[in-house]
T-cell receptor, first 114, second 115 residues
Framework: DGGITQSPKYLFRKEGQNVTLSCEQN?????MYWYRQDPGQGLRLIYY???????QKGDIAEGYSVSREKKESFPLTVTSAQKNPTAFYLC?????????????FGPGTRLTVT | GENVEQHPSTLSVQEGDSAVIKCTYSDSASNYFPWYKQELGKRPQLIID?????GEKKDQRIAVTLNKTAKHFSLHITETQPEDSAVYFC??????????????FGKGTHLIIQP
């Protein structure tokens, strides 16, 4: 299951704190994505990046921020502005556009904010 | 934006029987439809996908059909086995020759294979 990694597996934070989730891939993929998974809600797109130094908002970007300074890394920051941050966060990557190439998912980070 | 509806939310079938999961999408421009399987505590993995220029695709016990006119697509699993128990997600996206875009997922179907 190498190729795309996320750390840590479990993360606990107090309300009001920003927290950054790590996503690294060694697949030489250009595109990277962040999804949020809640019970019974499927996966919802937060942000995606086609290439280094470029990223776009997904369907639920409010309260989140990202950066793409390196091809292999796409960290996600959950800010205190996110109303319901407790969720399972999945990072994914693909060679290129999702309409042409498979998205490979990382193992996920379960964030709990109390 | 795109909206994907998936039914049923839970499906229980006897081992050896067939299972069918259905999805509808709203944006007629969508042209790529993957299906992902997620076992408990694991990451989603692609099991099959179909593009809008194809009506049906098979891979051993798994098949996907697409009806562009009705804007729906379905996953068919034949001769179900215990290892097929998982949550299945359908998704849709638009590829227009440009850069990457994200997938819009359905809410998932929990498939239970009864021994």
């Amino acid at each position: 299951d190498g190729g795309i990694t996320q750390s840590p597996k479990y993360l606990f934070r107090k309300e009001g704190q920003n927290v950054t989730l790590s996503c690294e891939q060694n697949l030489n993929h250009d595109a990277m994505y962040w999804y949020r998974q809640d019970p019974g809600q499927g996966l919802r797109l937060i942000y995606y990046s086609q290439i280094v130094n470029d990223f776009q908002k997904g369907d639920i970007a409010e309260g989140y921020s990202v950066s793409r300074e390196k091809k292999e890394s796409f960290p996600l920051t959950v800010t205190s502005a996110q109303k319901n941050p407790t969720a399972f966060y999945l990072c994914a990557s693909s060679i290129g556009a999702s309409g042409r190439y498979e998205q490979y998912f990382g193992p996920g980070t379960r964030l709990t904010v109390t | 934006g795109e909206n994907v509806e998936q039914h049923p939310s839970t499906l229980s079938v006897q081992e050896g029987d067939s299972a069918v999961i259905k999805c509808t999408y709203s944006d007629s421009a969508s042209n790529y439809f993957p299906w992902y399987k997620q076992e408990l505590g694991k990451r989603p993995q692609l099991i099959i996908d179909i593009r809008s220029n194809v009506g049906e695709k098979k891979d051993q016990r798994i098949a996907v059909t697409l009806n562009k006119t009705a804007k729906h697509f379905s996953l068919h699993i034949t001769e179900t086995q215990p290892e097929d128990s998982a949550v299945y997600f359908c998704a849709a996206s638009i590829y227009s020759g440009g850069g990457a875009d994200g997938l819009t997922f359905g809410k998932g179907t929990h498939l239970i294979i009864q021994p």
